[in-house]
């Protein structure tokens, strides 16, 4: 019999990926883009949809050419998508604005004055989605008020999924899960939710048309089908969000299974079959599928707050590590993991870039306390890893509050790399932590969606057998009392610092 294969199309935040999986779930090619973010000027984050675009494609066609010359059956092709996108276009389609991301934050002053009202608290309870500058709703009010005749002229707001199958097909359609982190779908209905509507300014015909993440679109244009080298017959799903697809993804579909993920940001998510939102607005609630929803909450500063540390305090053992060709942050854990646990009483707020989950303030600012004569460079590396798994921690606290207890824990993104790291993360939670065998986690839940939108599985669960557990972590008691001392003292700092954090954030080069 012939082999036959999916591609999982992950348009995300710094690159696309196509990746191919056969039916057994192993992945069998894989190509990636990158492309850059574009800021203007400060608060700005925007990507050129047509770079994107073109990323998707060449991706495309590489991995689809892959399969053709091994003589793979290409069975469809599905997608997952970076949340919180916005793009205003014409009649024909065209951009008139470029593709305004999840990182701009020039709405925040809209955001802050909505998450601090009646009507934007309904909203949220409505909606499943926090009060923030990453989510359309602020940022169409911001156009409303800053671009009018750009707001007046536009015929569709759209999000770079859609700008991608519009191209492919010439339909407007978002599936729930992308419409569900918008800030204007109503979770519980699933439809446009008409009090956000009112609020931004625009009625549902400038919107797309939801369909579920089944949704399934055949006969591509010929002159796609061509430049891609695909059947136009060949069948595309439109898919889900990249944080709902990571949970299927990594196997984790059963109430009480819980996701993190740490790459530039980070996540903590799990599934639940209804959607709950929460008192305190800390937490957001996406939809998979219309019985399958994912709870969770993201943060902005996740390995970028490494990454930062690295640049700015361990540029000379970098520098020293590509020219033997070494990996500096194997380095940077040695040193981490020789300071104790707890970082001899070092507390470091991670807010370099302002926080999502669970404060959800884009003002706020990062700090360490509590510091000491005898603390070492190497102390402010294990607070600071500490102060990441510690409001990550936060997040897991508020969704054990709101859905109940977290079963176990399957890490994914980059600092699943790092034992230290997720040792830290099964110490803190005092969960065990499970690494799989998949590292593209949402490339692989959009083929699995593709699978059971086709009918090539029964349901979802059918997956469970293409995912295998490669390591477990298990958690140290006496390590999670030794890290909730810290923790007790983190909970307390954020509220008790606000103002001065705020203030921080208005100095020049803050």
Same mark, same amino acid.
Request: proline content about 5%.
């Given at each position: 019999?012939?082999?036959?294969?999916?591609?999982?199309?992950?348009?995300?935040?710094?690159?696309?990926?196509?990746?191919?999986?056969?039916?057994?779930?192993?992945?069998?090619?894989?190509?990636?883009?990158?492309?850059?973010?574009?800021?203007?000027?400060?608060?700005?984050?925007?990507?050129?949809?047509?770079?994107?675009?073109?990323?998707?494609?060449?991706?495309?066609?590489?991995?689809?050419?892959?399969?053709?010359?091994?003589?793979?059956?290409?069975?469809?092709?599905?997608?997952?998508?970076?949340?919180?996108?916005?793009?205003?276009?014409?009649?024909?389609?065209?951009?008139?604005?470029?593709?305004?991301?999840?990182?701009?934050?020039?709405?925040?002053?809209?955001?802050?004055?909505?998450?601090?009202?009646?009507?934007?608290?309904?909203?949220?309870?409505?909606?499943?989605?926090?009060?923030?500058?990453?989510?359309?709703?602020?940022?169409?009010?911001?156009?409303?008020?800053?671009?009018?005749?750009?707001?007046?002229?536009?015929?569709?707001?759209?999000?770079?999924?859609?700008?991608?199958?519009?191209?492919?097909?010439?339909?407007?359609?978002?599936?729930?899960?992308?419409?569900?982190?918008?800030?204007?779908?109503?979770?519980?209905?699933?439809?446009?939710?008409?009090?956000?509507?009112?609020?931004?300014?625009?009625?549902?015909?400038?919107?797309?048309?939801?369909?579920?993440?089944?949704?399934?679109?055949?006969?591509?244009?010929?002159?796609?089908?061509?430049?891609?080298?695909?059947?136009?017959?060949?069948?595309?799903?439109?898919?889900?969000?990249?944080?709902?697809?990571?949970?299927?993804?990594?196997?984790?579909?059963?109430?009480?299974?819980?996701?993190?993920?740490?790459?530039?940001?980070?996540?903590?998510?799990?599934? /639940?079959? *209804?959607? +709950?939102?929460?008192? $305190? %607005?800390?937490?957001?609630? =996406?939809? #998979?599928?219309? &019985? @399958?929803?994912?709870?969770?909450?993201?943060?902005?500063?996740?390995?970028?707050?490494?990454?930062?540390?690295?640049?700015?305090?361990? /540029?000379? *053992?970098? +520098?020293?590590?590509? $020219? %033997?060709?070494?990996?500096? =942050?194997? #380095?940077?854990? &040695? @040193?981490?993991?020789?300071?104790?646990?707890?970082?001899?009483?070092?507390?470091?707020?991670?807010?370099?870039?302002?926080?999502?989950?669970?404060?959800?303030?884009?003002?706020?600012?990062?700090?360490?306390?509590?510091?000491?004569?005898?603390?070492?460079?190497?102390?402010?590396?294990?607070?600071?890893?500490?102060?990441?798994?510690?409001?990550?921690?936060?997040?897991?606290?508020?969704?054990?509050?709101?859905?109940?207890?977290?079963?176990?824990?399957?890490?994914?993104?980059?600092?699943?790399?790092?034992?230290?790291?997720?040792?830290?993360?099964?110490?803190?939670?005092?969960?065990?932590?499970?690494?799989?065998?998949?590292?593209?986690?949402?490339?692989?839940?959009?083929?699995?969606?593709?699978?059971?939108?086709?009918?090539?599985?029964?349901?979802?669960?059918?997956?469970?057998?293409?995912?295998?557990?490669?390591?477990?972590?298990?958690?140290?008691?006496?390590?999670?009392?030794?890290?909730?001392?810290?923790?007790?003292?983190?909970?307390?700092?954020?509220?008790?610092?606000?103002?001065?954090?705020?203030?921080?954030?208005?100095?020049?080069?803050?």
């Amino acid at each position: 019999m012939k082999q036959q294969a999916l591609i999982g199309m992950d348009i995300g935040t710094t690159s696309t990926k196509a990746v191919a999986f056969d039916m057994e779930g192993k992945m069998l090619f894989r190509e990636a883009i990158e492309y850059p973010i574009i800021s203007t000027q400060p608060d700005y984050a925007e990507q050129d949809p047509e770079v994107v675009l073109k990323a998707v494609l060449d991706t495309l066609s590489t991995v689809a050419l892959e399969l053709k010359i091994l003589g793979v059956e290409l069975m469809g092709v599905s997608f997952s998508s970076a949340m919180h996108s916005l793009i205003a276009v014409d009649a024909q389609g065209d951009p008139l604005t470029k593709c305004i991301i999840w990182a701009d934050t020039r709405s925040k002053v809209y955001a802050t004055n909505l998450k601090g009202s009646v009507i934007g608290h309904d909203i949220y309870l409505h909606t499943g989605t926090p009060l923030h500058p990453m989510s359309p709703l602020p940022k169409l009010r911001w156009l409303r008020d800053h671009e009018p005749l750009l707001f007046k002229n536009t015929v569709k707001f759209i999000g770079i999924k859609e700008y991608v199958f519009f191209r492919l097909f010439g339909e407007y359609k978002i599936d729930y899960s992308i419409a569900s982190a918008t800030g204007l779908f109503n979770i519980f209905k699933f439809d446009w939710h008409l009090d956000s509507l009112e609020l931004a300014g625009i009625t549902k015909d400038k919107l797309s048309e939801p369909v579920p993440p089944t949704h399934t679109f055949r006969n591509m244009k010929p002159d796609y089908a061509t430049l891609l080298n695909i059947p136009a017959t060949v069948p595309f799903v439109i898919g889900a969000s990249d944080g709902c697809l990571a949970n299927l993804g990594s196997n984790a579909v059963r109430p009480g299974d819980a996701v993190v993920t740490i790459g530039t940001s980070g996540a903590v998510r799990v599934m /639940a079959n *209804e959607p +709950a939102t929460d008192i $305190q %607005e800390r937490i957001f609630s =996406y939809i #998979l599928t219309s &019985k @399958r929803f994912v709870l969770g909450g993201a943060v902005n500063n996740g390995g970028v707050v490494l990454r930062w540390f690295r640049d700015n305090f361990y /540029a000379s *053992e970098t +520098a020293l590590a590509a $020219q %033997e060709n070494e990996d500096i =942050y194997e #380095l940077m854990n &040695k @040193r981490a993991a020789a300071v104790p646990p707890g970082a001899d009483g070092l507390i470091f707020l991670p807010y370099l870039l302002g926080e999502r989950a669970p404060i959800w303030d884009p003002a706020a600012r990062a700090c360490f306390f509590g510091v000491h004569y005898n603390h070492t460079r190497e102390h402010f590396l294990r607070a600071l890893m500490e102060g990441v798994m510690f409001n990550v921690y936060s997040v897991g606290r508020a969704l054990e509050q709101t859905t109940g207890p977290i079963a176990a824990i399957y890490a994914n993104g980059g600092f699943s790399r790092s034992d230290l790291w997720v040792q830290m993360l099964a110490d803190i939670f005092n969960k065990e932590v499970h690494l799989t065998d998949t590292h593209e986690g949402s490339a692989f839940g959009a083929v699995i969606m593709g699978m059971y939108a086709l009918g090539l599985i029964t349901n979802l669960e059918d997956a469970a057998a293409m995912i295998r557990v490669k390591k477990t972590f298990v958690p140290d008691p006496k390590l999670h009392s030794r890290y909730m001392q810290n923790f007790s003292l983190f909970n307390e700092l954020y509220p008790k610092l606000k103002d001065c954090l705020h203030k921080a954030s208005h100095h020049i080069g803050a």
